[in-house]
């Protein structure tokens, strides 16, 4: 039981967090890095290390992190091709660096150590199939719970994002919170069709009772994302969902039926709340024009900055310093009011350039293309196939939203990148 309480702790702990402004300030943002550092050192210091060496392959994700974070610290210096940034020089700085904003750009640096902490923690509780499962059960009740108190505080009128009667999730955007809901919505359709074709032959009401929590948190998080009004999230877990039921349609020869009441449970639930007066989503989406007009003019301008520093980019961290830089008469208005690009793509070439947000991408998707294979299989790989989708998410929704800029929601990212690497390599 012990072992059990001690998959559950760091759930809990990006539950609390998100409901704490994501641990989105800087002096938040170090103390929960600190948290995570110390739960992985807590986890190799407990029987829960078990494993350690079943992992592969990690060497290659190892070898790119420490390039990431090699170039980052590269960009601290004066020493990279082209220079210090021109920027020193109109502010008669002596010592220059590539990056414009270097306390920035290590407290990202710091942020990144913090990530892989969580990643190594998500793969050793995920590297024995049955810490795996219980971890994944664990997510869902400590989400189920976390949406429930988000849907409360919503409906109670105190949530920490006020104004235009979306609901947030503790977020001070409503689009993370959509994000985080969205993955647990995935997670939670997974977890249920598990636990429903393990109950087969045990008779409806008893079948109901065993899938009661994932139901249970599948319906809040349905509610919660809906509420949140938040277009591309919607779309992000809808693309995720479809891919999630039909892979697993595509993988089972038999017991195809709990997939499809899956289905008919979510397209219940939302043609519920999306057709009983939900005006705000559906003006939301008649608005759509002219929110695709600012965010074009955001990338086009990000877009440009970006060309003019492609390699090694401005340091990591440095938005806001880039977005005072580039900011006009014409384009003031709607840059003024930003604190990120919308596009993570397109920040991470901006940041870090293409020398440094290469390997991060390769990084991530070395991961994924991982999971996907050890997923392909048949038989007992259903939770593995709601990792990955839980991952097309946020991967979705980041082409125009930041959510991955919010420390607690990139932690449990990384957390779940780590438990789908892993999921089921060793024994037990």
């Not at 449970?265 to 003006?283: I, K, Q, R």
């Not at 006009?328 to 690009?341: D, F, H, K, P």
Request: charged share 10%; aromatic share 10%.
């Amino acid at each position: 039981m012990g072992w059990r309480v001690g998959l559950l702790a760091l759930p809990v702990i990006f539950c609390v967090a998100h409901l704490t402004f994501g641990a989105n300030q800087p002096a938040a943002a170090l103390w929960f890095t600190a948290i995570l550092g110390l739960a992985l050192m807590v986890t190799l210091a407990t029987p829960l290390r078990r494993g350690l060496f079943d992992l592969a392959p990690i060497w290659p994700l190892a070898g790119l992190l420490l390039v990431v974070i090699g170039v980052a610290l590269w960009s601290l210096t004066p020493f990279t091709p082209g220079g210090p940034h021109p920027l020193y020089e109109w502010a008669s700085t002596e010592v220059g660096a590539a990056s414009i904003d270097r306390g920035a750009t290590v407290v990202e640096i710091v942020k990144l150590v913090g990530l892989a902490a969580a990643f190594g923690v998500g793969a050793l509780q995920g590297v024995s199939r049955s810490r795996g499962q219980a971890t994944l059960e664990g997510i869902i009740w400590a989400g189920g719970v976390y949406a429930a108190i988000s849907l409360v505080t919503f409906l109670a009128g105190v949530q920490v994002a006020q104004g235009g009667g979306r609901l947030s999730g503790g977020f001070l955007s409503f689009n993370s919170g959509a994000t985080v809901f969205g993955v647990l919505l995935v997670l939670s359709l997974a977890v249920f069709l598990r636990a429903w074709k393990r109950t087969d032959g045990l008779g409806f009401s008893k079948r109901l009772t065993r899938t009661a929590v994932p139901l249970s948190c599948l319906s809040l998080c349905a509610v919660c994302l809906i509420l949140t009004a938040s277009r591309m999230g919607l779309v992000a877990t809808a693309v995720a969902l479809v891919i999630l039921l039909l892979w697993e349609t595509a993988s089972s020869r038999k017991g195809r039926l709990p997939v499809w009441i899956g289905a008919l449970l979510l397209l219940a639930v939302g043609a519920v709340l999306t057709f009983s007066g939900n005006d705000l989503l559906w003006t939301r989406v008649g608005g759509i024009d002219a929110d695709v007009d600012v965010r074009g003019q955001v990338f086009t301008v990000h877009w440009q900055a970006f060309l003019a520093s492609p390699l090694f980019g401005y340091g990591l961290g440095t938005f806001d310093a880039i977005n005072n830089q580039i900011m006009t008469s014409e384009t003031v208005g709607n840059l003024w009011v930003i604190r990120a690009t919308h596009n993570v793509y397109l920040q991470w070439l901006e940041e870090a350039g293409i020398v440094g947000s290469v390997p991060m991408f390769l990084l991530v998707g070395l991961v994924l293309v991982l999971s996907v294979g050890r997923a392909l299989g048949g038989k007992g790989k259903g939770l593995q196939r709601g990792l990955v989708c839980a991952s097309m998410v946020v991967l979705v929704h980041g082409l125009t939203d930041y959510a991955l800029q919010v420390p607690s929601i990139s932690g449990f990212w990384a957390f779940l990148l780590g438990l789908g690497f892993a999921f089921g390599q060793g024994r037990g």
